[in-house]
């Protein structure tokens, strides 16, 4: 999906919307006061859009002003939504948000959503879960140049994107011991079922779909899990191999990590604005509160989950996946060193 704002004139709204759908007519909700004040289809055709073989007909242009909403240069909280996918358009700007572009590249199968609502009322364009979206929508997030005060999160491949992150956004990211998040992804998925698809997006409940049967099958007793481990399926495996370093070096998710991974992920460390650790979460808040300048008091913190220490003791002292975790451990414990940590 291609969305933008084109002109926001208090009395006059302008923008498009190019639904996924090559001939679907897009919908927009104007939301004020937390209600729905207007809802309209597309207005307006733009013929550009046809040329670039982009719409059927390109009827995607929106022009609202007051004939269709009197008090429309009065809703200075106004927020546009796009009906079909719940997506956030635009939102009016707000006194005191980060005139920042920030993206919090996400690095947990199971995403930190409860630190990410810190900044929804931070930043004028927020958005969390990019990786629950496609390649366009996300590029178009990225993309939103008339906009300063951006909050995006999500476990994208940094690769796939860094052209545009790296062209004014700065990163924040969260590191976790690599036996600890194999721990968590097992814990995790092993209870997500049916829930899959809302904390994993649809693309990756399919792909994750072996690891999930996996997990699910994961016995109670150590010794029994000890030999679990040891026969992990390929197909499985493939999917716990090395995420953090595939994720900052690939440029798609079944890729795997190839010769000078380590030294190019360390490279996309140093460049981010707030590398922490897990373990830390304090120190994370604070030095992100530190960076935007806003009191680290007003941020929540993350999660632990108690059953995860168990489990990825055992996962170290097993052996068992030393091998998946390789690179991973070696850039995890550069890491730690930087930070005085190890």
Same mark, same amino acid.
């Given at each position: 999906m291609?969305?933008?704002i084109?002109?926001?004139?208090?009395?006059?709204i302008?923008?498009?919307?190019?639904?996924?759908?090559?001939?679907?007519?897009?919908?927009v909700?104007?939301?004020?006061?937390?209600?729905?004040v207007?809802?309209?289809? %597309?207005?307006?055709?733009?013929q550009?859009?046809?040329?670039?073989?982009r719409?059927?007909?390109?009827r995607?242009g929106?022009?609202?002003?007051?004939?269709?909403?009197?008090?429309?240069?009065?809703?200075?909280?106004?927020t546009?939504?796009?009906?079909?996918?719940?997506?956030?358009?635009?939102?009016?700007?707000?006194?005191?948000?980060i005139e920042?572009k920030?993206?919090?590249l996400?690095?947990?199968?199971?995403?930190?959503?409860?630190?990410?609502?810190?900044?929804?009322?931070?930043?004028?364009?927020?958005?969390?879960g990019?990786?629950?979206?496609?390649?366009?929508?996300?590029?178009?997030?990225?993309?939103?140049?008339g906009?300063?005060?951006v909050?995006?999160?999500?476990?994208?491949?940094?690769?796939?994107?860094?052209?545009? /992150?790296?062209?004014?956004?700065?990163? *924040? /990211?969260?590191?976790?011991?690599?036996?600890?998040?194999? *721990?968590?992804r097992?814990?995790?998925?092993?209870?997500?079922?049916?829930?899959?698809?809302?904390?994993?997006?649809?693309?990756d409940?399919?792909?994750?779909?072996?690891?999930?049967?996996? %997990?699910?099958?994961?016995p109670?007793?150590?010794?029994?899990?000890?030999?679990?481990?040891?026969?992990?399926?390929?197909?499985?495996a493939?999917?716990?191999?090395?995420?953090?370093?595939?994720?900052?070096?690939?440029?798609?998710?079944?890729?795997?990590?190839?010769?000078?991974?380590?030294?190019?992920a360390?490279d996309v460390l140093?460049?981010?604005?707030?590398?922490?650790?897990?373990?830390?979460?304090?120190?994370?808040?604070? %030095?992100?509160?530190?960076?935007?300048? /806003?009191?680290?008091?007003t941020?929540?913190?993350?999660?632990?989950?108690?059953?995860?220490?168990?489990?990825?003791?055992?996962?170290?002292?097993?052996?068992?996946?030393?091998?998946?975790?390789?690179?991973?451990?070696?850039?995890?414990?550069?890491?730690?060193?930087?930070?005085?940590a190890?």
């Open positions: 291609l969305f933008s084109e002109h926001d004139e208090g009395h006059r302008t923008a498009y919307v190019v639904p996924d759908g090559f001939s679907g007519v897009p919908t909700r104007l939301v004020s006061g937390g209600v729905d207007f809802t309209c289809s %597309a207005n307006e055709d733009r550009a859009l046809v040329d670039a073989g719409h059927e007909t390109g995607c929106f022009n609202i002003g007051t004939e269709l909403v009197p008090d429309l240069a009065d809703l200075q909280d106004l546009i939504i796009e009906q079909e996918t719940d997506l956030l358009i635009y939102r009016r700007p707000q006194p005191l948000q920042k920030i993206l919090r996400e690095t947990h199968l199971f995403p930190l959503w409860r630190f990410d609502e810190n900044f929804r009322d931070k930043a004028q364009y927020f958005q969390k990019l990786e629950q979206f496609g390649r366009e929508t996300v590029t178009q997030m990225l993309l939103l140049n906009i300063r005060s909050y995006l999160s999500g476990r994208i491949s940094y690769r796939s994107f860094s052209y545009w /992150i790296e062209d004014g956004f700065e990163t *924040a /990211i969260m590191l976790q011991d690599p036996y600890e998040e194999l *721990a968590e097992l814990l995790v998925l092993s209870l997500l079922g049916d829930a899959a698809p809302r904390y994993l997006g649809p693309r409940a399919a792909r994750f779909a072996p690891a999930i049967a996996y %997990a699910v099958a994961m109670t007793s150590e010794r029994q899990l000890r030999h679990h481990l040891m026969d992990m399926p390929s197909s499985v493939g999917l716990f191999t090395d995420p953090l370093v595939r994720q900052l070096t690939t440029s798609n998710p079944d890729d795997m990590a190839t010769g000078g991974a380590i030294g190019a360390l140093a460049s981010c604005a707030v590398v922490g650790l897990r373990k830390d979460p304090v120190y994370f808040a604070q %030095a992100v509160a530190g960076w935007l300048g /806003i009191d680290p008091q941020l929540t913190t993350t999660p632990d989950f108690p059953r995860v220490p168990p489990l990825a003791a055992l996962l170290r002292e097993s052996r068992a996946v030393d091998h998946l975790l390789e690179r991973d451990l070696e850039v995890f414990e550069s890491v730690k060193n930087a930070y005085g190890g």
